[in-house]
């Protein structure tokens, strides 16, 4: 299941109870938790507990932060998480940019790469530029430390596919050892040598991999691990993304839809609000919407398209086949330089959502609103105090809201979520 050198293949992962402690120890963070603590909020016996922490440490997932000062008995051991036992991919495939970023097993962010991608271009031809940075990003993460217990942040710039070309059809990854870049190593000659060199998945000092979320413009059908007829891509309409991507990459993948997967991120926030919408506006328009701490995918994943809310009857004809769609009149706005309008636009849409679902907060994000982020966030708070809507609006970052939860596409089940 994993990649490196198998710590991410832990049995503790499979276990109910173990995730409700791992997630205990994710959330203590370095001050880190006892036993008893552990046993008084899992409502676990003090027995199950220890025989839960001493397989965690076993396997690498857990270590002791040190003592207790004593309130009259023996000090207590104090544990924490180990960050650097695992990690995670995350993939935003947008209809401009690939971004992928490796987190550590606490979610941190230990490096990230970007390269320009033309949704449309066909799944071959995206999918060679995923395995590539997926590849070069996990070559990246060794180098900054990963998997060898130190943390770290690295960042390319637009690096394109040709950062580390592809190896053979059917590959796992690519050569591993320091990364070519397009302008001193042209695609050809890197992929001559990708047969037979080590592959930045397989090589034992690479980072120990758990998977591979995926995040995408919708629709989709995240169970089943398929694009549907993604609006004005309709090519990808049931391609085998999941399977497929499992096959170049040889880890475990997961498929959901870019709001979505950004709002689990939020989620898992230790200030997270119980309720939420999370409103996308970059290349299109979207909400991820989070109710009772759980993100609300609908049945056949069709919740939160909001880009597609019909908001004008006679308005503009849209890439989904509608007029008059919220996500048609908020580009158009941009196009044209409104941003107010732009925000308006979105802040309507925002309104709909606090009046069907009485969330607790609104939370707006992705690469447009950052562009602007006090315009958005101020017509979208206007939009609602016209409409005597209390709920608070907010701006939230970083620029790798979508990629970094898809990483948590992985890692949310680790700690039962």
């Known amino acids: 299941m994993g990649a490196g050198g198998g710590g991410a293949n832990l049995p503790a992962l499979r276990s109910h109870n173990a995730a409700l402690v791992l997630d205990l120890l994710r959330t203590a963070g370095e001050a880190g938790i006892s036993r008893l603590e552990l046993a008084a909020r899992t409502g676990l016996t003090p027995q199950a507990v220890s025989k839960i922490t001493a397989r965690l440490r076993a396997e690498g997932l857990a270590a002791e932060a040190g003592r207790r000062a004593s309130t009259g008995g023996k000090p207590a051991t104090v544990l924490r998480l180990v960050p650097a036992a695992a990690y995670a991919i995350g993939l935003h495939l947008d209809r401009d940019e690939l971004t992928a970023v490796l987190v550590d097993l606490a979610g941190e962010r230990v490096a990230v790469r970007r390269a320009p991608l033309d949704l449309g271009a066909g799944a071959e ?126 880890l475990p993948v997961v498929l959901d839809k870019d709001t979505n997967a950004a709002a689990l991120g939020l989620a898992l926030r230790p200030d997270a609000p119980g309720s939420f919408a999370y409103v996308h506006l970059g290349t299109g328009v979207g909400a991820g919407l989070v109710l009772g701490g759980a993100v609300l995918r609908g049945g056949r994943t069709g919740a939160g398209e909001l880009g597609h809310q019909t908001v004008q009857l006679d308005g503009p004809p849209c890439d989904c086949g509608g007029r008059g769609c919220l996500e048609a009149l908020c580009l158009a706005a941009l196009a044209r330089g409104d941003i107010a309008e732009a925000a308006r636009v979105l802040g309507a849409g925002a309104a709909n959502l606090v009046r069907l679902l009485d969330i607790d907060r609104v939370l707006l994000g992705g690469r447009a609103v950052l562009a602007a982020p006090d315009a958005f966030a101020r017509g979208a708070r206007e939009v609602l105090a016209a409409l005597a809507l209390p709920t608070p609006v907010d701006v939230v970052g970083p620029r790798d809201t979508v990629a970094e939860g898809a990483a948590h596409l992985i890692l949310a089940p680790v700690f039962g979520k």
Do not use: C
Request: aromatic share 4%; proline share 13%; net charge negative.
């Open 125 to 250: 031809p995206v999918l060679s530029t995923a395995q590539a940075e997926i590849a070069a990003l996990l070559a990246a993460g060794r180098g900054a430390g990963a998997g060898a217990g130190a943390g770290g942040d690295w960042e390319a710039g637009a690096g394109g596919g040709a950062d580390g070309a592809p190896g053979a059809p059917g590959a796992p990854g690519v050569p591993s050892g320091p990364v070519p870049t397009a302008s001193t190593a042209p695609a050809a000659s890197t992929a001559s040598t990708a047969s037979t060199a080590p592959t930045a998945l397989t090589d034992p000092t690479a980072p120990d991999v758990l998977g591979v979320g995926v995040a995408m413009p919708g629709p989709l059908d995240h169970v089943a691990g398929t694009p549907g007829r993604v609006t004005g891509f309709p090519e990808w309409d049931g391609f085998p993304l999941r399977e497929e991507l499992e096959r170049r990459l040889g």
